[in-house]
């Protein structure tokens, strides 16, 4: 019999164990290993067999255990303890409150800026921990560790996503390999999450007016992940029609108009929910906004509708608005391909957002099409651009590396068509990784043995060289050994799912080894990523696996999107070749990549493979992880890997971008990455002194260690949000925003710079100075004549371009100066002048070009206009 309905009852735990509660309520216990202690030793195998889930271990622990540990002062004391220093870790200054001295005030500190005093972080998923399963892949790992940064570098950010009641999805094989998706149902009521309440008890809401229906309704769950709370919104509520119930059913299903009302509650809902959450818990009110990735770019309209129908405030005519919008808030892109991007059809945005029943009413419905409209060259006039329009709604927006910022340039450069692609105003902040929850605590043990604490990075990285070799290389086996054990538990468990026997499960026993090789590769499997590229050459790989000297094993996991059956085949692929007796003792695929699987495979493996499609890897994080655990590398030379590759710190697959010949292009990298393994590492690997220690090997790991370490941090990347975009945002709004007047005085500033753009024009350029044989040293005057029109020289600056031309006259890596006002004339004509020296040697040119002017503008670039000689 089935039940009707189902919910979880949670227990009553004595006085003296009360404690055990908060500490379960916070997933600072997702990173904190002593905590994690607490709670095994409530009952050890309870929590393995839960999964380290505290919620379920507290709801599954019997009676008479409970009434036991209530009586163990041992027990007491230790839980006492995790109490006070939950609370210290909430309460204590941390890095931003020391940098910021005054976080209520302007005051900017060591930083040189304006501390936000909350920042809105919205993001469609979030990868906190295995427990709370709201994320896919990257993305929502990347969310949960900028969360967890932000918590204890004290930075007040509050997160805003959705609660997906069937999560991504479980996956599994079939006999045949196929992958498989299941949709197991999430109780809220088993995780470590709570309402948000009103003052009377009632569960706060938000809703939001759907065209041709009753309003979408949702509830909002609050998450406390150390000192931030994750406001998740959930349409799975009494009320709602069924097709409203199922807005949040799954994450990235369904059709476009399902994926609209999802990414409306994200945007819309979100900023609904912030203010719920400000008003019902005295929080301050975010000063900035974070969208990452498009998907919650509708939140700047309702920021608009918020101050356009003045719920209480001053009312705004739209151009102000979308200013205010603007200066305060920050985009992030993630995509380096256009195929990865929402794209809505543009009817049934007008849908949505329709005069009178829309989802933000008293915005124009023709104001939000001309957001998201592609109207630049190779556009798609009939479809709504995401991230068109998150690019329009945000005065600050970054990739998430060197590369992928330059990526990015290039592939939005239609949206500043005036400027070159490297003055498109993206910049690019490189993603981290938050080492207490990816690092295996045997390496921070390490560190403690030498009095080391890991909130000292800089003294942590000080003492890799300290450690002794052997101790170093005793952990590295210890955690290959813990991997291989979990990795035969999950094999075990996959191949019964397919319908093996027990029986002939034997073979299992002797899969992986602590004392080979290890390499891992584990990711989301788009075609790009190249799971199969190892399987080039079939018959080469089983060698390398097979090398009676020095063989080596591949641990293999990765999810694909359920609608693409392209991705499936290509684990069917892999499971293929890994399921051949020959080799299997040597190569496994793990089905249902997660954090859990995620946290003894990054520190097992000796080497991380990453071989995308170049330059389509926006960051891809995972390689940080391992590097952390003191893995090596093994990449092309895309995302993060192109940035902070020295040679010495790993390896560098050479990749074969210019080949328009893709199966070429696949044998030729493939045959590099073979090279690579069966000529450098697998020697480096096996060559060991007399004490079995591999000398060289520990070289590279140190020096991945101390190359790589403070960079790949999640602190370090969160710090560079702070002090390049989230303080700049904040001040940038406050200036505006004082009565609004800034505000306006800009908008109106923009109207007339474009309107009277087409008048400014350089009329003549005049150099002197350097005669018919200029040399290093020469100083070059130059005065240009420029007509403005009705504008004035404050509203423009005029740049002398200048540095080393090429055989077609372009210059290359050119500097900029602005050239000084010497006089004006009749007629809106004025000239300007300066002078620069010549310090280099060879073909040389200049040129000048006029663009605007304000204090307030983030870019020359920002309004897209630029006259030229």
């Keep these: 019999m089935r039940a009707i309905r189902r919910f979880t009852v949670r227990p009553v735990l004595p006085e003296p164990l009360r404690a055990l509660d908060a500490l379960a309520g916070n997933l600072r216990w997702s990173w904190h290993p002593p905590t994690q202690d607490v709670f095994a030793a409530v009952d050890a195998q309870l929590w393995e067999s839960t999964g ?44 931003y409150q020391r940098a910021f001295a005054d976080v209520a005030d302007a005051s900017g500190g060591s930083t040189g800026g304006v501390a936000p005093r909350a920042v809105g972080y919205f993001s469609p998923e979030f990868g906190i921990t295995a427990v709370l399963p709201q994320y896919s892949g990257g993305l929502g790992i990347l969310a949960g560790d900028h969360l967890k940064a932000a918590s204890d570098l004290g930075v007040p950010i509050i997160g805003v996503g959705l609660f997906y009641k069937h999560g991504y999805f479980r996956q599994s094989l079939s006999r045949d390999g196929w992958q498989q998706e299941t949709y197991p149902v999430l109780d809220p009521d088993g995780l470590p999450i709570s309402a948000l309440r009103e003052a009377d008890g009632t569960p706060a809401t938000i809703s939001i007016a759907l065209p041709g229906g009753p309003d979408l309704v949702a509830r909002i769950w609050v998450a406390s992940v150390g000192r931030v709370p ?17 807005v949040t059913d799954r994450l990235y299903g369904g059709n476009s108009e399902h994926r609209l009302r999802q990414e409306l509650l994200l945007g819309v809902g979100g900023v609904r929910a912030l203010r719920a959450y400000s008003r019902i818990t005295g929080a301050p009110a975010p000063e900035v906004f974070h969208t990452n990735e498009g998907h919650a770019g509708f939140l700047g309209l309702e920021r608009i509708r918020e101050l356009t129908v003045a719920e209480g405030g001053p009312r705004l005519d739209f151009e102000t608005a979308l200013e205010v919008g603007r200066a305060s808030t920050v985009f992030t892109t993630h995509t380096p391909v256009p195929a990865g991007i929402d794209r809505f059809p543009r009817t049934l945005v007008e849908q949505y957002f329709a005069e009178g029943s829309g989802a933000t009413p008293g915005v124009p419905v023709e104001r939000v099409l001309a957001l998201g409209a592609e109207d630049y060259a190779g556009g798609d006039p009939s479809v709504f651009n995401m991230a068109v329009m998150g690019f329009r709604l945000a005065q600050r927006a970054n990739g998430v590396s060197l590369l992928h910022g330059q990526v990015s340039r290039g592939m939005f450069n239609g949206l500043w ?91 299992v026993d002797e899969a992986l080894s602590p004392d080979v090789l290890t390499i891992g590769f584990a990711r989301r499997v788009p075609s790009y990523k190249r799971l199969t590229l190892m399987l080039r ?16 094993q591949l641990v293999i996991a990765g999810k694909s999107h359920p609608a693409d059956d392209g991705g499936k085949r290509l684990i069917q692929e892999m499971v293929r070749f890994a399921d051949d007796p020959e080799v299997r003792h040597r190569i496994v695929f793990l089905p249902n990549y997660d954090i859990a699987m ?19 890897e926006a960051c891809g994080t995972s390689g940080m992880k391992s590097a952390l655990n003191g893995g090596l590398n093994l990449s092309i030379l895309d995302g993060w890997w192109d940035e902070w590759y020295d040679g010495q710190n790993g390896w560098a697959i050479p990749s074969a971008d210019g080949l328009d010949d893709p199966d070429r292009r696949d044998d030729l990298e493939a045959s590099a990455l073979y090279d690579l393994i069966e000529n450098e590492i697998a020697p480096r690997f096996y060559d060991v002194d007399e004490d079995g220690v591999p000398t060289r090997w520990l070289e590279m790991l140190r020096h991945t260690l101390k190359s790589l370490g403070p960079k790949v941090l999640a602190t370090r990347m969160v710090r560079d949000y702070v002090r390049q975009l989230y303080s700049p945002a904040a001040g940038n709004a406050r200036s505006l925003n004082s009565d609004y007047a800034g505000a306006r005085d800009l908008a109106a500033w923009k109207q007339r710079v474009k309107g009277a753009w087409s008048q400014v024009r350089v009329e003549h350029v005049e150099g002197s100075g350097v005669g ?22 404050d509203d423009v600056d005029v740049q002398l371009l200048y540095g080393r031309a090429d055989a077609d006259d372009l210059l290359r890596d050119s500097t900029c100066t602005v050239l000084d006002l010497t006089e004006s004339y009749e007629a809106g004509r004025h000239s300007f002048g300066a002078q620069v020296a010549l310090e280099q040697a060879g073909p040389f040119g200049y040129t000048v070009r006029v663009v605007p002017r304000n204090g307030h503008l983030a870019s020359y670039a920002e309004l897209g206009v630029v006259s030229t000689a």
């Design 230 to 246: 994750l406001l998740m919104l959930d349409t799975d509520i009494e009320g709602n029609p069924d097709h409203y119930v199922d």
């Design 772 to 793: 018919d044989a200029p040399q290093v040293g020469d100083l070059l005057s130059v005065r240009a004549f420029v007509a403005l029109g009705e504008l004035s020289p």
């Design 417 to 507: 068509p005036a400027f070159d692609e490297a003055e498109v105003p993206i910049g690019s902040i490189t993603n981290g990784v938050h080492a207490p929850t990816w690092v295996a605590r045997e390496m921070f043990g390490l560190a403690a043995e030498q009095g080391v604490d890991f909130d000292d990075p800089d003294t942590f990285w000080a003492i890799v060289d300290k450690v002794p070799g052997d101790q170093v290389w005793a952990v590295k086996r210890r955690l290959r050994e813990r991997l291989v054990l979990d990795a035969r538990r999950r094999l075990c468990e996959s191949w019964e799912n397919r319908g093996a026997a027990k029986a002939e499960l034997g073979w």
């Design 52 to 95: 380290h889930d505290p919620v379920r271990l507290l709801g599954g622990v019997s009676r008479s255990r409970l009434e036991e540990l209530a009586a163990d002062e041992d027990f007491l004391g230790r839980l006492r303890a995790a109490e006070a220093d939950l609370q210290s870790y909430l309460t204590e200054d941390r890095w």
């Design 537 to 552: 050459d079939p018959a080469r790989l089983k060698r390398l696996l097979l090398d009676p000297e020095r063989p080596v």
């Design 598 to 616: 995620a946290q003894p495979l990054y520190p097992g493996c000796d080497v991380w493979l990453n071989n995308p499609l170049r330059p389509y």
